[in-house]
Each structure stands twice: as C-alpha cells, then as structure tokens.
C-alpha cells in the first residue's frame, strides 16, 4: 500500500508540474503539440528513472554539504551519454526524441526529485517514485498539449479536427496561450481539491 | 579541514569518473554520429535532385570574391551531369535554416529539403510541412521564372501567415543556392564527365561537421 502510493503520488497529489511547478521552462517549449509532449514526457521518464535510483545507491556516500554539485554532474554526464548513445545507434529515434535530450539536462524536476527524495530514501522507492513523477509529467503535459494543440492548430498528434481547423488560434501555440492554459488547468485542479475537501 | 579534504577529494573522483565515462562515450559515438549524419544528408541529396544516382563534391571559387563555394554534381546511371545540390543555411527567425537545393542542369529548382531548423514550431517549422512546400513545389513546376520572394516583397512564393521572415529567409536561400549555380554553370559543360572527383575522407569529415550544430 506504503509502496503504491510512492508511485501515485507523483500523478496527482505531488504532480511535478501543477503542484510542485517544476521544470515549467522545458514545459512551455514542447507543449505546442501532442507528440512533443509525449516525446519529452517519455524521455525526461527515463532519466528520472536512472538518476534517482543511482543517486539513492551513492546517497550515504555524498558528503552532505556538496551533495547539489555532485547530482548536478552525475545528471549531466547521465543526460549526455544517452543523448550520444541514441544519437549513434538509433538514428530516428534521435531525431523524434533527439531535441528534447538537452533540454532534460535543465529540467529542475529530475535534480528536485533527487534532493527531495532520492537522497532520503532507497532505490525501490526512488525507481516508483520517478516512474510516478515521470508518469505525472507526461500526463500534465499532455493535457496542456491536447488544449495548445487543438486550439492554436485545429490538430491533434498532427491529425486535423473537424471543427477547429477551420479558424484556430494562432496565440495558443505561442508562448502567451501556454501561460494562460498552463494558470487555468491550474486553477482547475485547484478548484475540484477545494470542492473535494468541503463535501 | 579534514572534512574540506574530503569533500574536495569526494568532488574530484566524480568528476574524474564522469570524465572518463563522457570520453568513452564520444569516443565511441563520434564516428557513428558523422556516420549518420553524412548518411542523411546523402539521402536529402537523392531526395531533392532524384534523377542523380551518384554525388560527387565540388568546389567553385569566385575569383572576383576570393571565396570558395562547395556543392555537389549530381551524375546520372550513364555519367551525364544531372544537376547539382547546393547547401545553403540563412538566418531564420531563431537562428540558420539549413537546407539543401537541387538544381537541374538548365537551371531550375528540383526540390529543398530543410535539414535542421530552429524556427518556431508550429509557424515558422512549416516550411517543412506540405502546406508550405506543395504550393511551393507547384509554383516551381508550372512558372517558368517565378519570382522567388514572399508576395509582401513582390514575388511569387506564398509566404507562411504570421512566418514572414522565415518564409523570406527561405526564399534567400533558395536565391542563394540559384546564385551559385550560374556561376558554377559554365564549369559543369566545360568539365567533361570524366572529372568525378572522389569524395575524399577530409570532404566529407569538413562537409558533416557544418551539420553538426543542429540542436
């Protein structure tokens, strides 16, 4: 029970990206569309799921006071050896995920899971833990993608739909339509906790 | 002290650890990435000039500029030059486009292909799209000498609503890659085919890594 909410937390009620409000930068910039969202919400899960459990293991070992520097450097050479390796054997996959490799050597979610949890707790629970961040991730934007997309292009994963293609929105697919779908969802999770609470 | 001796000690085994590990791993990547690379740029190059079976590198140097220029020649089955592809990056709205142009050998515009681009998704990212490229392409086929600027500057190609200076930018290079070809045009009829210069290692390695900034 102890262990599947270590997994769950991470889609809801710790959600990286409408509670926490981490990693809002690479967000912005890759829920234009459906599949940019996927593909960054795929590959940040993955180096969430290697950083975490590999900071958990050496956790005992990092001398307190340096602990940031040292998870710093232990994420970026991660993030640059997968990002080469893809690049080298796996060429299409490169180039659908390739751009979203260097933005997750920034994304303050995978340094934020590893001094909050992974450096307080074991490898079983940092992998559940980053799977369920990763999960929370990809879902949160998904859903400020699915808006983005379908209302500043008429799409959906590059399919168009019907009745939006005909006039969308340009501004929804620019920075100012990410801001205010991005405070919105916000606001709406807010409210259905607020109205959960009070029944 | 012996706490800062620590720390410092801990620090520099990390950082000697990633050290190795990044090395190793470029070392091992970096042949396979140029690979890839030149690999996909050979297949814009069949792709945008699809009558060549074989492309050799070429230089052309402007006397007058004192600048060289590389292209390739497109040859056919039997040798005969089919045309050449040239590779242009302008400045786009957020940094160099880089495309490659094939061009026929009487001079008219076979095909592009964007190669990396950081224009904004969604608008600017659209000259890679068929909505952009279809009207372009058939501009091309059914004109003669079509004015190749965006119709706010007077000419022929139907810009990207809301991506005027990535449209421009396109048409720039596109402009560019014409430019060089008139002035390699003499030197492909003089030069008889005979001349298939080998893609020589050094070419090719200074040829891939123009593409290697694509991120």
């Known amino acids: 029970m102890n262990r599947l909410a270590e997994l769950t937390k991470g889609i809801w009620k710790e959600n990286p990206i409408f509670v926490i409000s981490l990693g809002i930068c690479p967000t912005l910039a890759v829920t234009s569309s459906m599949t940019n969202a996927l593909g960054m919400g795929i590959a940040a899960t993955f180096v969430l799921m290697g950083s975490n459990v590999f900071i958990s293991l050496i956790r005992n070992l990092v001398p307190g006071k340096i602990r940031i520097p040292v998870y710093i450097m232990i994420i970026a050479t991660f993030v640059t050896m997968i990002d080469k390796l893809i690049a080298a054997f796996s060429p299409a996959l490169s180039a659908s995920l390739g751009i979203f490799i260097p933005l997750i050597v920034v994304n303050c979610i995978i340094l934020g899971r590893a001094e909050a949890y992974a450096s307080k707790n074991g490898p079983m629970d940092s992998l559940l833990d980053a799977i369920g961040m990763g999960i929370g991730f990809t879902i949160a934007l998904s859903c400020l993608a699915f808006f983005r997309e379908l209302l500043g292009e008429g799409k959906l994963y590059g399919f168009p739909i019907p009745f939006f293609k005909a006039d969308p929105a340009l501004i929804m697919i620019m920075a100012p339509g990410g801001f205010m779908v991005f405070g919105l969802l916000i606001a709406l999770k807010r409210f259905m906790e607020a109205k959960g609470a009070t029944k | ?215």
């Open chain 2, 1 to 215: 002290m012996k706490d800062m001796l620590h720390m410092g000690l801990f620090l520099f085994v990390i950082a000697a650890v990633a050290g190795v590990l990044l090395a190793y791993t470029e070392s091992v990547t970096a042949p396979l990435i140029l690979e890839n690379q030149r690999k996909a740029e050979e297949l814009a190059r069949r792709e945008v000039l699809p009558n060549a079976e074989k492309f050799n590198e070429s230089q052309f140097t402007d006397t007058v500029a004192s600048q060289t220029y590389s292209y390739s020649t497109g040859l056919t089955g039997n040798g005969e030059i089919a045309g050449v592809v040239v590779k242009v990056a302008p400045k786009g709205y957020a940094g160099p486009i880089e495309m490659v142009v094939g061009i026929d050998k009487t001079g008219k515009i076979n095909g592009y292909k964007i190669l990396a681009q950081k224009e904004t998704p969604g608008l600017g990212t659209k000259l890679s799209e068929p909505v952009f490229a279809e009207p372009f392409k058939k501009l091309i086929s059914e004109k003669a000498t079509p004015v190749l600027l965006v119709k706010k500057d007077g000419g022929d190609v139907d810009g990207i609503t809301a991506a005027t200076i990535s449209s421009r930018a396109f048409c720039k290079g596109v402009n560019e890659a014409l430019d060089l070809f008139k002035k390699v045009q003499p030197q492909l009829t003089a030069i008889p085919q005979a001349l298939p210069l080998p893609a020589t290692p050094a070419d090719t390695a200074s040829q891939t890594s123009i593409t290697g900034g694509n991120q």
